[in-house]
């Protein structure tokens, strides 16, 4: 494979893997910011992990 297709892939690669790294940032501090509660597991029940029925 020539060395330039095989920088193109790569750089196409390293791309992605940093708008990824970059959605799933900004995905975690605003579901941070969301979320009333801290992201660390409490051992208090939640209304939403109760079933319903």
Request: aromatic fraction near 2%; avoid cysteine; proline fraction near 13%.
């Amino acid at each position: 494979m020539p060395l330039r297709r095989t920088l193109a892939i790569a750089g196409i690669i390293a791309v992605v893997v940093v708008f990824v790294g970059i959605g799933v940032a900004a995905a975690l501090t605003a579901g941070r910011i969301l979320t009333p509660h801290s992201p660390t597991p409490t051992p208090a029940p939640s209304a939403t992990a109760t079933p319903a029925g």
